[in-house]
Structures are given as structure tokens and as C-alpha cells.
């Protein structure tokens, strides 16, 4: 019987083999990989990092389309009325505003016979009256040369009464021939204002209206018809109280001569006056 033993069978109960191992033998094939266990419980979370460094800022985007503007809100109310401020000092005067009266001869009547005469020594004896379009045949004064007239007639009144205190400040007119004329003496024409009370047919020259025309009508000089000469006062300071019925009146101072004088035909006569508030 051989001394080395072919197989140890250990068995726990009976103690230690005293046989020695056999040689290990070769590794078998790897078993079927079992089933995936389950998924372990999620860990605590981490620690949270340090912050980065803020990046650029990046490009600013187009601007969006501006939206539909909203309803009008409810008016609030009123705020009570804050206390009167006080006055302004008074701003300078303005300048007067005056009132413009134009005068004219009328188309109507040229061709007509009129009355403005002087006699031998060049003295006035009759005037005419004017409007605005209109005029008289002519008035005869009280005496030669004088400054008082009394119509008589209606034919023989024009005139307007003032409507507030006034001062007659400007006068000016043109006088002229209706047709070609030579003159046989030196003719100034002139224009003045006639006032008379109210209630009154009175008339009296304003001696400082009189405005005579810058030139004179010569002695043996043709004028042609229309061709007129004026005159001018400015810088006039006549009082006309309201009520004052005022006459606007165009007369002839003329060269001596051993004839009395008679206007041939119709004058040409347009101009106007300035009157301001007093």
C-alpha cells in the first residue's frame, strides 16, 4: 500500500487534514454576470463652489417697438384758486388813435355853376362847404374877408357834429381847375374849419386852421384841368368840444384887380382831416 495519499477529505468534525493540497486547479470558465442591484441612496450634495468671475456684458438688443399709449387717466380735480397776485404797474400810454374825415367835391355837381367869388380888392365874399363827396353851391360870408357864415338854406349845410371831445391835429387838401384855364390874377385856394355851438347856425373860422396851398395860380399861366396844388397843417392844436358842429370850408384869397372875381366853372377839391381824442 503506497504511503502518499490520492484524495483528502476533510471533515470538520474529525479535525485537521494532515494530508497535503493538491495542486490548484485550473480556473473555470466566468460565470453569467448576475442582475444589476439597486441604485445606492443619493449622497449629500457638495459643498457650493467659489463664485466665478462675471462675464462681459454682452450687446445691447435693438430697441422693441413702443407699445400702444394707454387711455388718458380720469382728470384729477381741480386745485382751489391761489390768491390774486398784485397789481402790475400801469404800462405806458398808447398812441392816440385819431379819426379821419376825407372831403371831396362830387362828381354829380361838376360841370354846375358855383359860388366861390371875391371882390375888387381880392377879398373873400363867398365859400363852399364840404362833405365827403359832396358840397354846397356855395355860402356867402357877412362881409368881405370875414370869418363868419350863416347858411340859410339846406343846400347851404354841411356839416357834422362831434361825437366826443376832440383836437383838430392835420388839414390837408388839393384845389384844381376842372378844365385847361389861364387866370387873369394870382389865385391862392384855402382850406379852414368853421365850428358853431350846439343848437346853433353860426358858423365861425378856427383862425388856426387856415391852411393855404403851397403854390400859387399865376396871372396869364396856363394850368391844365386836374392839375392841382396843395396844402398842409400838421401839428394843429384846435379844441373841438363834443356837440361842436364843425364845417369844413375851401375859400380864394386873389390878386387886386379892377373886377371882382367869379371861380369859372367847378373846382377840383379832395382832402381830409385828422381829429384825436382830447
Do not use: H
Not at 442591484?37 to 430697441?63: E, K, L, N, S
Not at 357877412?142 to 354841411?158: C, E, G, H, K
Not at 394850368?223 to 375859400?251: H, R
Request: some cysteine; overall charge neutral; glycine content about 14%.
Amino acid at each position: 500500500m503506497s504511503s502518499k495519499c490520492n484524495k483528502v477529505i476533510c471533515i470538520p468534525s474529525y479535525g485537521r487534514c494532515t494530508c497535503p493540497r493538491g495542486v490548484t486547479g485550473a480556473t473555470g470558465p466566468q460565470g453569467i454576470t448576475g442582475i444589476t442591484g439597486a441604485q445606492g441612496i443619493t449622497g449629500p450634495t457638495g459643498i457650493r463652489g467659489v463664485t466665478g468671475p462675471t462675464g462681459p456684458q454682452g450687446v445691447t438688443g435693438i430697441t422693441g417697438a413702443q407699445g400702444i399709449t394707454g387711455p388718458t387717466g380720469i382728470r384729477g380735480i381741480t386745485g382751489p384758486t391761489g390768491p390774486q397776485g398784485a397789481t402790475g404797474a400801469t404800462g405806458v400810454t398808447g398812441a392816440s388813435v385819431g379819426t379821419f374825415i376825407p372831403f371831396s367835391t362830387t362828381p354829380l355837381n361838376i360841370g354846375s355853376a358855383i359860388s366861390l367869388s371875391n371882390n375888387e380888392a381880392g377879398e373873400t365874399l363867398s365859400i363852399i362847404l364840404f362833405g365827403y363827396g359832396s358840397n354846397t353851391v356855395g355860402v356867402d360870408l357877412t362881409a368881405p374877408n370875414s370869418n363868419v357864415f350863416v347858411p340859410s338854406s339846406r343846400t347851404q349845410w354841411l356839416a357834422f357834429k362831434m361825437p366826443f371831445d376832440g383836437v383838430l391835429k392835420t388839414l390837408t387838401f388839393g384845389f384844381a381847375f376842372e378844365s385847361d384855364n389861364t387866370p387873369d390874377r394870382n389865385i391862392t385856394p384855402y382850406a379852414v374849419i368853421a365850428t358853431a355851438p350846439e343848437n346853433s347856425n353860426t358858423f365861425t373860422f378856427e383862425a388856426s386852421s387856415l391852411t393855404y396851398t403851397n403854390q400859387t395860380f399865376l396871372q396869364s399861366v396856363l394850368y391844365n384841368g386836374f392839375e392841382a396844388i396843395t396844402g398842409l397843417s400838421t401839428n394843429l392844436n384846435v379844441p373841438l368840444p363834443l356837440g361842436t358842429q364843425v364845417s369844413i370850408c375851401i375859400g380864394l384869397v386873389t390878386s387886386t384887380s379892377d373886377s371882382p372875381y367869379q371861380f369859372p366853372g367847378y373846382p377840383i377839391v379832395s382832402g381830409g382831416i385828422l381829429i384825436e381824442p382830447q
